[in-house]
């Protein structure tokens, strides 16, 4: 053991589905955010805590940052990521091995514009067909900033990221830990539910429905060894409804039961999911649903 304890905050960003989510959950060793194949998943700032004996990380998941901005929805998940990096110890910047692209400019400016010591993660590196690629990424991305280190990496194959995770920690700063030794997210029990909840929905129904989903835990409670858990999902326009519920309740069961699932391995316990869909006309367009349901924050 080292003789000092170091404990710092680690925000990983960069523009949506570089693998943020996939790589916490992997330094972490345990699922805990949700991660698709479609951008844009994650929509809140959440903390995971990694407990070693001689250090705490504390990994802060983010939404992925994009230029463009069709709702209000977009344009709050930019502002959760942006306020996610300030007053942390170090910004570990995410890009795909397939090599920078306009959309990691803006990322990339917020990291420059702010003192705050950073990484470079090139993640996929197993979607790489010449491993060669990599050193000409290298040495672009050397250019670009100054990053305290550039770790290429594949989190869904576990590479290097032991190598990652010893060269966050020498970033830390000597601190006793921020968070008792057993707690694992700043999150509380019904916003993970409603969170594996909405990941069955970025992973079941096509197109742009996703986006307009939203889920609402309306209850919570443990009877003996069942978790009940009651929620909503919420659509944002009428013709949306039937398409969650699918053909005789089909789609939505489906939505229920992978979604149970998931719920019952987070919360090690056997669960009991009851799910409703209900019409909120527009919310992705209105900071006033968007603060109700949770997603404007005053962090
Ligand atoms: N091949 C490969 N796929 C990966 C790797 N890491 C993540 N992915 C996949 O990339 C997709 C996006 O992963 P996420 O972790 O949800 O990405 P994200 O950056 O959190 O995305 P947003 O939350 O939308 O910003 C998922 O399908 C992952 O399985 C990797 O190392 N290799
Ligand atoms: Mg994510």
Known sequence: MNEVF???????????????????????????????RRPQ????RILGIKNNPDNQLIFVDTPGVHAVHKREINAVLNRTAQTSIEGVDLIALVISAKGWTPADEVPLKWVKDHACPSVLIIN???????????????EESNAMAEFANIIPVSATRGTNMDILEKQIISLMPASPAGFPPDQLTDRSERFMAAEYIREQLFNQLGQELPYSTAVQIDSFEREKK???????????????????????????????????????????SKVYLELWVKLKQDWT????ALRLLGYIEDI
């Not at 996929?124 to 290298?138: G, Q, T």
């Open 6 to 36: 170091r404990c710092g905050f680690v925000t990983l960003l960069g523009r949506p589905n570089v693998g943020k989510s996939t790589l916490i959950n992997a330094l972490l060793g345990h699922k805990l955010s949700i991660t698709s």
């Open 41 to 44: 998943t994650t929509r809140h």
């Open 124 to 138: 996929k590196i197993d979607r790489l067909s010449r491993k060669s690629a990599l050193l000409p990424l290298i």
């Open 226 to 268: 069942i978790l009940r858990i009651g929620a909503v999902i919420m659509v944002e326009r009428p013709g949306q409804k039937g398409i969650v519920i699918g053909k005789q309740g089909e789609r939505l069961k489906q939505i229920g039961s992978q979604a149970r699932r998931s719920l019952e391995a987070y919360f090690d």
């Open 285 to 288: 367009d209105s900071a006033q």
